[in-house]
């Protein structure tokens, strides 16, 4: 999916957030490609793929989430230091999503 | 969470600035000029955008406040009457319209950045303008689909699941409303050239806000309206 794309130098010699990434038509490619998914999402909801739902649906949830926070949001063409910095919010939130659910997992009842 | 991708950020901002600190002089001659040189560098102590490392750690904050309000979601969501659940009450073909909408809005939004980059002022405004409309059309159907859980009987305050889906949602429905008013802000600071500093990079964090806003939809509707209960 990626592969079509450019990865130019993040970088300039300063270190510093440039301007670089896809053109116009490689983000309207991107588009397709999460409608695609969105699509895909939406029909395995409606048929019975057994033990695979979930996984299936988490998967696709994924794609479609680090594809719009790499492309769309330049996390893969930016200085790494502003990726890090939100990683570390979403990793400290996904940490509280599975404390939380753990805990009411383990002392329910 | 590791501790280890923490210590390299830490490690990776003083390298960062001390790359910088070589740079000092080079920089002193366009004293003055707070806003990016040729090279895309900033003056600032790490060599980058201030406001665009505010609105990165900003986000990283968001996604501790959404992860709360999922996780209250998820924790709650059977603790509902029969007859007034998700299967009883989600609509996904046209949750999945609105969603289709909101992730249009994105499309049009990165092109708005990328015409801001360009100095494309007019197309700039156009693309900020329909994701504004999008963003609307979403907000709409949110609104939408909260009247018709409600004459379906479904309040606030009418079981632990309705309490928390409508925090969660209608916390994002604030978020969108929020970004549209920072779109027409934008396109009106844009049009009175009121923009100080870098226009595109102000485009930009808009943009930021704007799929952050999108990326937390992606990961509600598949846990919330497309996973049962």
Known sequence: MTDTLETPTAHDDHGADVHHGPSDKQFVTIFFILAAITAVEVAVSYIDIGALFLPVLLGLMIVKFFTVVLYFMHIKFDNKLFGRLFYIGLGLAVFVYVAALSTFQFFAG | ?229
């Open chain 2, 1 to 229: 969470m590791s501790d280890s991708l923490i210590s390299e950020t830490v490690k990776d901002a003083v390298q960062i600035a001390k790359d910088h600190n070589g740079d000092v002089h080079e920089h002193d001659v366009h004293a003055g000029d707070n806003h990016s040189d040729d090279h895309g560098g900033h003056h600032t102590s790490l060599g980058l955008s201030n406001t665009k490392l505010a609105m990165w750690l900003f986000l990283g904050s968001e996604c501790l406040l959404f992860g709360g309000l999922i996780s209250t979601y998820m924790l709650y969501r059977n603790r509902h009457s029969e007859n007034l659940g998700p299967d009883q009450l989600w609509d996904i073909p046209f949750t999945s319209a609105t969603s289709f909408v909101l992730l249009t809005s994105s499309l049009t939004m990165v092109l708005a950045v990328s015409a801001a980059n360009r100095k494309d002022l007019r197309n700039t405004k156009i693309y900020l303008g329909v994701t504004a409309l999008l963003g609307a059309l979403f907000l709409a159907g949110q609104i939408y689909e909260f009247t018709v859980f409600y004459r379906e009987g479904l309040g606030f305050t009418t079981s632990l699941f309705s309490s928390s889906f409508f925090t969660l949602t209608g916390f994002h429905g604030v978020h969108v409303s929020i970004g549209i008013i920072m779109l027409v802000a934008m396109i009106g600071m844009l049009s009175k050239e009121k923009v100080s500093g870098d226009e595109a990079e102000a485009v930009e964090m808009v943009g930021l806000y704007w799929h952050f806003v999108d990326i937390v939809w992606i990961i509600i509707f598949t846990l919330v309206y497309l996973i049962p209960a």
